[in-house]
């Protein structure tokens, strides 16, 4: 059986990665398990020169 889960959290003042960074980190640690991970940053590789990531993300 697989899992789905959401990975919401911080997003909005921080860099890119920042807010990518735990939840590329989540994905793989889970993916054994299973655990197919969604994040709100998936399709935003345009925005990964941004240092403060604001509305509209």
Do not use: V
């Not at 890119?16 to 940053?41: D, G, V």
Request: aromatic content about 12%.
């Amino acid at each position: 059986m697989e899992w789905y889960l959401y990975l919401g959290g911080p997003i909005k003042g921080g860099s890119y990665e920042q807010a990518n960074s735990w939840r590329e980190e989540t994905k793989n640690i889970l993916r054994p398990h299973n655990i197919i991970c969604f994040s709100p940053m998936r399709h935003r590789e345009h925005r990964k020169q941004e240092t403060s990531m604001q509305d509209g993300y």
